[in-house]
């Protein structure tokens, strides 16, 4: 039997179902195909298409074949292979014509990115190319152009084409915004619209623009404007790197560069600079001198204004390691600008140096050039700062030393700093300084010139008063001081206190009547001023005292009167003081009553017998009655647990302090009270421990004074400072290091407590200390660092110190072994009651050294000066030996305080007022004496 | 406002700045550096104001503002970086680069 032939309903019914299972077959292979696709195993996926198609050669394969080619081509360029890639499209075109569309678009991407311009635009001279196709090459162009030149430059773009025309004027564009500062008409840029491919571009070259401009905002927001596909985005990091000033370091290749050649010089010279900074560091010479060259050079290359600038600075850090100048100047290839900013660096060199009389010179210099270079003028106020600057430099120096000073920079420096202006540029040389007198030359070393400059300029309150305080310290007599108080008057009419210090000179010289004048006018500018009232009290006290000292008493009367009617006279314990001159009144007049009145008043307003006895002896002495007629010292108390009696006398201390009375610490009290400082703490509130701290010091009670220091020092940080200068005074003179600590320490404190007493009572110690007898610093030398720039750190150390050793230093301890031992500690500054006082007194009182004056009459002040306590009318012989006895006590380093502080000193002076006034009692008429009747003889 | 921090580094002055430019470069910082941004950076351009627009404290500040012994490198401190132009072939080569 013959096969029977299919019919085509059965031919057709086996197709079906072949065809079904070949398209689920092909569509295994097409998923298998886009899945290597999708990992990138282009290659493979080829492989696997080509396989597929050849099997089974239809329409879909074909097209899987064409989509792994094309995946093929795409992964080739993605590697960096665009030439493979195109080869790839090439063979594509020519086998599979129907994929010539899809080849076409990747074809446009291939050729962006090979910088094949010519490629991308040749399609664009179609007119009839699909906007598709035109919208694809844009974007490519938007993308991958790097250089739009190559638009510009293009012959496939027919001369005239808008893209050509639109590159031609960005080329241009972008030259000039980054060669030179343009114009927004410059950079307009009207050809290119904002769907031109070109449009990144307008936006970059406006973003270069603005950045030049230093308008980082607008630049900010030009480049946030730029597609973030965009080419010209790429450049966005590195500007926003260059306008921040972070991250250039992270920059590399032609970017860092690009960098580079914007920023300038820094990051070339960062390196020299480092090296010469390390030679400077490590002082080797010859490195130096090197490393000097390298800079200089560098700089000179890429930053010339910094030449000036470098070259000052190396000339001064040379400088200060004392390198040979020319042989500085020969490696910086020339001297340095001797600008304003030369001198003001030489100045603080100087400064660091320790050389202040230098130093003054050279802000002189400096001074000259600032103003002509502009930085302040003439009159200013920052000159008159200068000049203010220049005092306290100078002020280092005692006013003992400025003679020798002057002289001595007058041989060092000569004719000033002449030389080095020669090769400067004129504008430099003009500030040269021009021939003068000496004394006009070396100004600057005079502290009152200096003040009286910078107070012309601008006088200010401080600066009189720095003025005032320098005169005082210069030893400035009662008319110096008058004039500087009259200037700062002059200048600041309604300011009461230059009047107070013209108040306050009269009332130093006792020129009372004068005093109170000045006092009038200081009340009428301003009467509430706290200051002035104090000094309303103080002159009616001072003036009572006077009256009562020239046994006046009916002039005391009114004094009592005025007194009664002043407010401030009844604060506090003033009225018990009040009540012990009323006591010294009633004393002179004999008045019994009045006595007992004023016992009465001060013990009621004391509350303590021994408190009351002291302020009425202190009035007493203050009025120099004789020391028969004083109350008799108190005996010693009892030691008393709760501190009471160190309070009692702290209490009169304060009330002395108040009103300039000096209450006697009764030496036979001394062990009772520094017992008792043992047990005393928290029983005496701060400041009338102070004073009476002070007062203990003032009298040479040093074991008394250290043993109060300690309770201060227990009180806290505030007290601090004043506990460590009593401290600092009271410990034995050949501790000297430990003393100057403590006033050193105390000096700070009191800067930063702003109390100006304190700070100069511990400056002047800490002077002393340093060029005392057992200093360890050397002579002559500024304030060592050590003491001037104390860190917090140490001086908590200090204290802590000084509060654990709260002993009094044994005798010997600390004595240097080039003391001999035939020097004898002092005796106590102390006014012990001698016989020698009484008859002295007595003498005094009884008017043998007074002249003569009238009963009515309120005695005039005098302003002859005099030494504190100086009885008036000496006779030579006395005179003579009192000035012998000072010039001893200078020798030594000791400055009696007072007349009487003289006479116990010194021995020698003692002996011959001794002498003296037993010649004098020895010569005074005895009183006639009634010749006794004679007796009768009985008959 | 430390010592070593002298007030024309820190508003970026030189010591011939005159008042107007002394309240332009302090406006300026506070503009960049505003308090609640930047509290600290703020109180130091405070202080820094404060202390030049006193003519008195602006002379104190100029005497003491140079440090003899600042190291070389100090000189590259606080400057404001140039802003020179390189023209556009620098440009390009970065773009081109990237």
Same mark, same amino acid.
């Given at each position: 039997?013959?096969?029977?032939?299919?019919?085509?309903?059965?031919?057709?019914?086996?197709?079906?179902?072949?065809?079904?299972?070949?398209?689920?077959?092909?569509?295994?292979?097409?998923?298998?195909?886009?899945?290597?696709?999708?990992?990138?195993?282009?290659?493979?996926?080829?492989?696997?298409?080509?396989?597929?198609?050849?099997?089974?050669?239809?329409?879909?394969?074909? +097209?899987?074949?064409?989509?792994?080619?094309?995946?093929?081509?795409?992964?080739?360029?993605?590697?960096?292979?665009?030439?493979?890639?195109?080869?790839?499209?090439?063979?594509?075109?020519?086998?599979?014509?129907?994929?010539?569309?899809?080849?076409?678009?990747?074809?446009?991407?291939?050729?962006?990115?090979?910088?094949?311009?010519?490629?991308?635009?040749?399609?664009?001279?179609?007119?009839?190319?699909?906007?598709?196709?035109?919208?694809?090459?844009?974007?490519?162009?938007?993308?991958?152009?790097?250089?739009?030149?190559?638009?510009?430059?293009?012959?496939?773009?027919?001369?005239?084409?808008?893209?050509?025309?639109?590159?031609?004027?960005?080329?241009?564009?972008?030259?000039?915004?980054?060669?030179?500062?343009?114009?927004?008409?410059?950079?307009?840029?009207?050809?290119?619209?904002?769907?031109?491919?070109?449009?990144?571009?307008?936006?970059?070259?406006?973003?270069?623009?603005?950045?030049?401009?230093?308008?980082?905002?607008?630049?900010?927001?030009?480049?946030?404007?730029?597609?973030?596909?965009?080419?010209?985005?790429?450049?966005?990091?590195?500007?926003?790197?260059?306008?921040?000033?972070?991250?250039?370091?992270?920059?590399?290749?032609?970017?860092?560069?690009?960098?580079?050649?914007?920023?300038?010089?820094?990051?070339?010279?960062?390196?020299?600079?480092?090296?010469?900074?390390?030679?400077?560091?490590?002082?080797?010479?010859?490195?130096?001198?090197?490393?000097?060259?390298?800079?200089?050079?560098?700089?000179?290359?890429?930053?010339?204004?910094?030449?000036?600038?470098?070259?000052?600075?190396?000339?001064?850090?040379?400088?200060?390691?004392?390198?040979?100048?020319?042989?500085?100047?020969?490696?910086?290839?020339?001297?340095?600008?001797?600008?304003?900013?030369?001198?003001?660096?030489?100045?603080?060199?100087?400064?660091?140096?320790?050389?202040?009389?230098?130093?003054?010179?050279?802000?002189?210099?400096?001074?000259?050039?600032?103003?002509?270079?502009?930085?302040?003028?003439?009159?200013?106020?920052?000159?008159?700062?200068?000049?203010?600057?220049?005092?306290?430099?100078?002020?280092?120096?005692?006013?003992?030393?400025?003679?020798?000073?002057?002289?001595?920079?007058?041989?060092?420096?000569?004719?000033?700093?002449?030389?080095?202006?020669?090769?400067?540029?004129?504008?430099?040389?003009?500030?040269?300084?021009?021939?003068?007198?000496?004394?006009?030359?070396?100004?600057?070393?005079?502290?009152?010139?200096?003040?009286?400059?910078?107070?012309?300029?601008?006088?200010?309150?401080?600066?009189?008063?720095?003025?005032?305080?320098?005169?005082?310290?210069?030893?400035?007599?009662?008319?110096?001081?008058?004039?500087?108080?009259?200037?700062?008057?002059?200048?600041?009419?309604?300011?009461?206190?230059?009047?107070?210090?013209?108040?306050?000179?009269?009332?130093?010289?006792?020129?009372?009547?004068?005093?109170?004048?000045?006092?009038?006018?200081?009340?009428?500018?301003?009467?509430?001023?706290?200051?002035?009232?104090?000094?309303?009290?103080?002159?009616?006290?001072?003036?009572?005292?006077?009256?009562?000292?020239?046994?006046?008493?009916?002039?005391?009367?009114?004094?009592?009167?005025?007194?009664?009617?002043?407010?401030?006279?009844?604060?506090?314990?003033?009225?018990?003081?009040?009540?012990?001159?009323?006591?010294?009144?009633?004393?002179?007049?004999?008045?019994?009553?009045?006595?007992?009145?004023?016992?009465?008043?001060?013990?009621?307003?004391?509350?303590?017998?021994?408190?009351?006895?002291?302020?009425?002896?202190?009035?007493?002495?203050?009025?120099?009655?004789?020391?028969?007629?004083?109350?008799?010292?108190?005996?010693?108390?009892? +030691?008393?647990?709760?501190?009471?009696?160190?309070?009692?006398?702290?209490?009169?201390?304060?009330?002395?302090?108040?009103?300039?009375?000096?209450?006697?610490?009764?030496?036979?009290?001394?062990?009772?009270?520094?017992?008792?400082?043992?047990?005393?703490?928290?029983?005496?509130?701060?400041?009338?421990?102070?004073?009476?701290?002070?007062?203990?010091?003032?009298?040479?009670?040093?074991?008394?004074?250290?043993?109060?220091?300690?309770?201060?020092?227990?009180?806290?940080?505030?007290?601090?400072?004043?506990?460590?200068?009593?401290?600092?005074?009271?410990?034995?003179?050949?501790?000297?290091?430990?003393?100057?600590?403590?006033?050193?320490? +105390?000096?700070?404190?009191?800067?930063?407590?702003?109390?100006?007493?304190?700070?100069?009572?511990?400056?002047?110690?800490?002077?002393?200390?340093?060029?005392?007898?057992?200093?360890?610093?050397?002579?002559?030398?500024?304030?060592?660092?050590?003491?001037?720039?104390?860190?917090?750190?140490?001086?908590?150390?200090?204290?802590?110190?000084?509060?654990?050793?709260?002993?009094?230093?044994?005798?010997?301890?600390?004595?240097?072994?080039?003391?001999?031992?035939?020097?004898?500690?002092?005796?106590?500054?102390?006014?012990?009651?001698?016989?020698?006082?009484?008859?002295?007194?007595?003498?005094?009182?009884?008017?043998?050294?007074?002249?003569?004056?009238?009963?009515?009459?309120?005695?005039?002040?005098?302003?002859?000066?005099?030494?504190?306590?100086?009885?008036?009318?000496?006779?030579?012989?006395?005179?003579?030996?009192?000035?012998?006895?000072?010039?001893?006590?200078?020798?030594?380093?000791?400055?009696?305080?007072?007349?009487?502080?003289?006479?116990?000193?010194?021995?020698?002076?003692?002996?011959?007022?001794?002498?003296?006034?037993?010649?004098?009692?020895?010569?005074?008429?005895?009183?006639?004496?009634?010749?006794?009747?004679?007796?009768?003889?009985?008959? | 406002?430390?010592?070593?921090?002298?007030?024309?580094?820190?508003?970026?002055?030189?010591?011939?700045?005159?008042?107007?430019?002394?309240?332009?470069?302090?406006?300026?910082?506070?503009?960049?550096?505003?308090?609640?941004?930047?509290?600290?950076?703020?109180?130091?351009?405070?202080?820094?104001?404060?202390?030049?627009?006193?003519?008195?404290?602006?002379?104190?500040?100029?005497?003491?503002?140079?440090?003899?012994?600042?190291?070389?490198?100090?000189?590259?401190?606080?400057?404001?970086?140039?802003?020179?132009?390189?023209?556009?072939?620098?440009?390009?080569?970065?773009?081109?680069?990237?």
């Amino acid at each position: 039997m013959e096969p029977r032939a299919e019919s085509p309903r059965g031919r057709s019914a086996r197709r079906e179902p072949r065809d079904a299972e070949m398209s689920r077959a092909l569509a295994r292979a097409a998923s298998a195909v886009r899945r290597l696709i999708a990992e990138k195993n282009d290659k493979k996926a080829v492989e696997e298409a080509k396989r597929a198609h050849k099997i089974y050669a239809t329409a879909e394969s074909e +097209a899987l074949l064409t989509e792994a080619y094309l995946a093929r081509a795409k992964g080739l360029a993605g590697r960096g292979l665009v030439a493979e890639g195109r080869l790839v499209l090439d063979l594509l075109d020519e086998r599979h014509p129907a994929s010539r569309e899809r080849v076409a678009d990747l074809r446009i991407a291939f050729a962006g990115r090979a910088g094949d311009v010519d490629s991308l635009l040749r399609p664009l001279c179609d007119p009839d190319l699909p906007a598709a196709r035109r919208t694809a090459i844009e974007q490519a162009i938007a993308r991958q152009l790097t250089d739009p030149s190559r638009i510009a430059d293009s012959t496939v773009l027919p001369a005239g084409h808008p893209l050509r025309e639109a590159a031609r004027a960005l080329v241009r564009a972008f030259e000039l915004a980054t060669s030179r500062p343009v114009t927004d008409d410059e950079i307009a840029l009207a050809e290119i619209s904002r769907r031109s491919p070109l449009s990144a571009w307008k936006l970059l070259v406006r973003a270069i623009a603005l950045f030049h401009r230093g308008d980082d905002g607008g630049c900010r927001r030009s480049l946030a404007a730029i597609d973030p596909d965009a080419a010209p985005a790429r450049l966005a990091p590195i500007l926003d790197a260059l306008m921040s000033g972070e991250g250039t370091e992270k920059l590399r290749g032609a970017a860092a560069r690009l960098a580079a050649r914007i920023r300038g010089a820094d990051d070339l010279l960062r390196e020299p600079f480092a090296l010469l900074d390390r030679a400077l560091s490590e002082r080797k010479q010859k490195e130096i001198f090197q490393r000097i060259q390298d800079a200089v050079r560098a700089c000179g290359e890429s930053a010339p204004a910094l030449l000036d600038p470098l070259r000052q600075r190396i000339s001064i850090r040379c400088l200060l390691l004392g390198l040979d100048a020319n042989r500085v100047a020969s490696a910086c290839g020339g001297p340095s600008l001797k600008d304003a900013h030369f001198w003001r660096l030489f100045a603080r060199a100087a400064e660091i140096k320790g050389d202040p009389a230098m130093a003054a010179g050279l802000w002189e210099e400096f001074r000259r050039n600032a103003i002509a270079q502009g930085w302040f003028r003439a009159g200013g106020i920052e000159e008159a700062a200068v000049y203010l600057y220049m005092a306290e430099i100078v002020r280092r120096y005692s006013p003992d030393e400025l003679p020798d000073v002057r002289r001595s920079y007058e041989m060092r420096i000569g004719n000033g700093f002449a030389n080095y202006y020669r090769g400067q540029p004129e504008e430099v040389r003009e500030a040269a300084p021009k021939a003068s007198s000496p004394g006009d030359r070396l100004y600057f070393l005079d502290p009152d010139r200096l003040y009286a400059k910078a107070c012309a300029i601008d006088p200010d309150a401080e600066d009189f008063r720095a003025w005032l305080e320098w005169t005082k310290e210069g030893g400035g007599d009662a008319a110096a001081l008058d004039r500087v108080a009259e200037k700062w008057r002059d200048s600041a009419p309604s300011d009461p206190r230059p009047i107070l210090a013209l108040m306050e000179s009269a009332e130093k010289r006792k020129a009372l009547q004068k005093a109170l004048g000045h006092l009038e006018r200081a009340e009428a500018i301003d009467g509430l001023n706290p200051e002035v009232r104090r000094a309303r009290l103080r002159l009616e006290i001072a003036t009572l005292v006077r009256h009562l000292q020239q046994r006046k008493s009916h002039l005391a009367d009114k004094d009592f009167a005025r007194l009664d009617a002043l407010p401030q006279a009844k604060d506090g314990d003033r009225p018990s003081a009040i009540a012990a001159f009323r006591w010294v009144c009633a004393k002179i007049r004999g008045d019994q009553a009045g006595l007992r009145a004023s016992e009465e008043e001060i013990a009621t307003g004391l509350r303590s017998p021994a408190a009351a006895a002291l302020v009425v002896r202190a009035a007493a002495r203050a009025c120099s009655l004789p020391a028969p007629l004083l109350p008799p010292l108190p005996a010693p108390p009892a +030691a008393a647990g709760d501190g009471r009696n160190l309070a009692d006398l702290a209490r009169a201390c304060t009330l002395g302090r108040d009103l300039n009375l000096k209450i006697e610490i009764p030496r036979p009290w001394r062990e009772t009270l520094i017992a008792e400082t043992a047990t005393a703490a928290g029983a005496i509130a701060a400041r009338p421990l102070r004073w009476l701290a002070e007062s203990a010091v003032d009298q040479g009670e040093d074991q008394l004074a250290f043993a109060l220091s300690n309770l201060g020092l227990a009180l806290g940080e505030s007290e601090a400072g004043w506990s460590l200068l009593v401290r600092a005074q009271s410990l034995p003179e050949t501790l000297s290091e430990r003393r100057c600590r403590c006033a050193a320490t +105390a000096a700070e404190i009191g800067r930063t407590q702003g109390d100006r007493d304190l700070v100069e009572q511990a400056i002047e110690l800490v002077r002393e200390e340093v060029s005392g007898p057992f200093s360890i610093f050397p002579s002559g030398a500024p304030l060592p660092p050590e003491l001037t720039s104390l860190t917090p750190d140490k001086m908590r150390k200090t204290i802590a110190e000084e509060r654990k050793a709260s002993a009094y230093p044994k005798a010997g301890e600390g004595r240097p072994s080039w003391l001999g031992e035939d020097e004898q500690e002092e005796e106590p500054r102390h006014e012990d009651e001698s016989p020698f006082d009484a008859v002295y007194d007595f003498l005094e009182s009884s008017g043998v050294f007074d002249e003569e004056s009238g009963e009515d009459e309120d005695d005039d002040d005098d302003d002859d000066e005099f030494i504190p306590g100086m009885p008036r009318g000496l006779p030579p012989e006395i005179t003579k030996a009192m000035f012998q006895a000072m010039l001893r006590q200078v020798s030594q380093g000791r400055i009696p305080e007072s007349f009487e502080d003289l006479v116990h000193r010194d021995p020698t002076l003692r002996a011959t007022m001794e002498k003296f006034l037993a010649e004098q009692i020895g010569r005074l008429k005895p009183p006639a004496r009634k010749k006794p009747p004679k007796k009768r003889k009985d008959r | 406002m430390s010592e070593r921090e002298h007030p024309f580094e820190i508003l970026g002055l030189s010591p011939e700045a005159r008042d107007d430019e002394i309240r332009e470069a302090y406006l300026r910082k506070v503009k960049a550096h505003p308090p609640e941004r930047d509290p600290e950076m703020f109180e130091r351009i405070r202080d820094a104001y404060e202390a030049l627009r006193d003519p008195r404290r602006r002379a104190r500040s100029l005497l003491r503002g140079a440090d003899p012994e600042a190291p070389i490198s100090s000189l590259l401190d606080g400057r404001a970086p140039e802003r020179r132009f390189a023209g556009p072939g620098p440009w390009l080569g970065a773009l081109a680069e990237r």
